[in-house]
């Protein structure tokens, strides 16, 4: 009897884990769609249509739609899909539902390396040189954390890590705009470390592509060890799982995926945390199936922002990591309201 009430359970999680996945990839591809036909211009399903039809009508409205909002929306698929595969990666590795990717210190130092390019004005050389800071700040936060944290130090080392190089590239990035050469420099640095992925093209996706699709790769086959690091990292080190491997695995995706992320579209808070939280009660305990809910969840999530912030203020645009903030900083403090219990 009690076997076959397991696996009637069983089954049913398993009838709903398959819901979930149908749900979250229909709300993807409906945003990505959606994100093509909003905008300040009057181009809509029509001049979609037309444009599918006869690929040479309407040179305006193709332009529009191929080189402008295409390009957005892929973006928006790849960046919020990273926020939210490194935050579940992050939180299953910490075993803790607070952990988010900006905790190793990859996303302050992409925007100090993208903020240092608007400072010396090496971004008005050349297009790509803002995310190419951006990703070299990340690639030279890796091989920091390694320093700082050693070949075999433990979650808690990670975390102290992340926290100085984080606190340390942030002040940095504070000094650059106190020292920005004059107004305009320092209020384009603020801008874009609002988050925006407005103005974005291929060229941008074709640089930043290559690297978050390594990350999501590296993280990927993270599955299998994080589930065994819900039984404690002794157990994990019983079953075969080399701790060390699954540490330098986790911080270069995250590197790679994050920075990448945040060196073409700035800094986008609070998605990596909101997201794998809230799949989890769908998904259950096993990280390996929240890293894919939660990649799926983050690219919704954020189409869905960035088409709120073209609506909301379709004059001077919203930056969306402005609206982002704004609606999971409440949701933040929520979490730790209900997680409060826990700590004492």
């Keep these: 009897m009690s076997i076959s009430s397991a696996e009637h359970r069983g089954a049913e999680h398993g009838h709903r884990q398959s ?16 994100s093509l036909l909003v905008g300040p211009s009057k181009v809509g ?7 599918l039809a006869d690929p040479d009508v309407a040179p305006a ?58 400072h010396t004005g090496l971004a008005g050389l050349f297009a790509l040189a803002l995310p190419l800071g951006g990703i070299a700040g990340a690639i030279l936060a890796v091989f920091v954390m390694q320093a700082l944290a050693g070949a075999a130090g433990g979650t808690l080392r990670l975390i102290l890590a992340g926290i100085a190089l984080s606190s340390f590239a942030s002040a940095l990035t504070s000094l650059a705009l106190n020292l920005a050469p004059d107004p305009f420099a320092a209020m384009e640095m603020m801008f874009w470390m ?4 407005s103005d974005r093209s291929f060229e941008h996706l074709e640089l930043a592509g290559p690297f978050i699709l390594c990350g999501w790769a590296l993280l990927s086959v993270l599955g299998r060890s994080l589930d065994a690091l819900t ?6 080190r019983t079953l075969g799982i080399d701790l060390n491997w699954v540490r330098s695995t986790l911080v270069l995706g995250v590197a790679l995926s994050i920075g990448a992320a945040t060196a073409v579209a700035g800094s986008i808070s609070f998605v990596g945390l ?20 939660s990649a799926l969840g983050g690219s919704c999530l954020t189409l869905i922002a960035d088409i709120s912030v073209r609506l909301i203020a379709p004059g001077p645009e919203l930056k969306l990591g402005v609206l982002t903030a704004m609606v999971g900083a ?11 219990g826990d700590w004492q």
């Design 274 to 293: 909101v997201v794998p939280h809230l799949l989890r009660r769908f998904v259950g305990s096993r990280p390996s199936t929240l890293l894919y809910a």
């Design 19 to 34: 819901i979930l996945f149908g749900v979250l990839i229909f709300g993807v591809l409906a945003a990505f769609l959606v």
């Design 330 to 340: 409440p949701f933040f403090l929520l979490l730790i309201m209900q997680t409060r």
């Design 61 to 118: 409205a193709k332009q529009i739609l191929i080189e402008i909002r295409t390009p957005r929306a892929l973006l928006g698929f790849l960046v919020g899909g990273s926020l939210g595969l490194a935050g579940a990666a992050l939180q299953g590795y910490l075993r803790n539902p607070l952990a988010e990717p900006g905790l190793i210190g990859v996303s302050a130092s992409a925007s100090l390396g993208a903020v240092l390019t608007l």
């Design 231 to 236: 039984l404690g990292e002794d157990t994990a």
């Design 45 to 51: 399903w029509t001049e979609l249509i037309a444009l």
């Design 194 to 197: 609002m988050g925006s992925l």
